[in-house]
């Protein structure tokens, strides 16, 4: 089970349940595939509604592999991610208030 005040967020993939968090290895890589910015200009184009389906792919891999998993972004082309486009959006929007919100703000 995720654990919010960890900054974990559930994510279900072709059927199996995975737990996504930002750390801070993780947040390096997303950090090195952002094509311009910094963290900041992401978590600014999230909260302008300014997002592309990039920035979610970018930001499910990293909570991903910051959950342990070894996979790829190329690895979820096909993927089913339960709730769709909308539930990746979702758990990415999470990601980044876990990581980043105000300290006890866990999401929801």
């Known amino acids: 089970m995720a ?9 279900t993939i072709d059927g199996e349940r995975h737990v ?48 342990g998993w070894r996979g790829a972004a190329a690895d979820l082309l096909s993927a089913e991610i339960e709730g769709g486009p909308v539930g990746a959006a979702r758990a990415a ?3 980044l208030v876990r990581a980043f919100g105000p300290v006890g703000q866990a999401g929801g």
């Open 3 to 11: 654990n919010p005040w960890a900054g974990e967020v559930a994510l």
């Open 20 to 67: 996504c968090k930002l750390t801070l290895g993780a947040l390096a890589e997303l950090e090195a595939e952002l094509d311009t910015g910094s963290l900041i200009d992401l978590v600014r184009r999230f909260e302008g509604g300014d997002l592309s389906s990039r920035d979610v792919l970018a930001l499910v891999v990293a909570g991903l592999r910051g959950g």
């Open 93 to 95: 929007a999470e990601l």
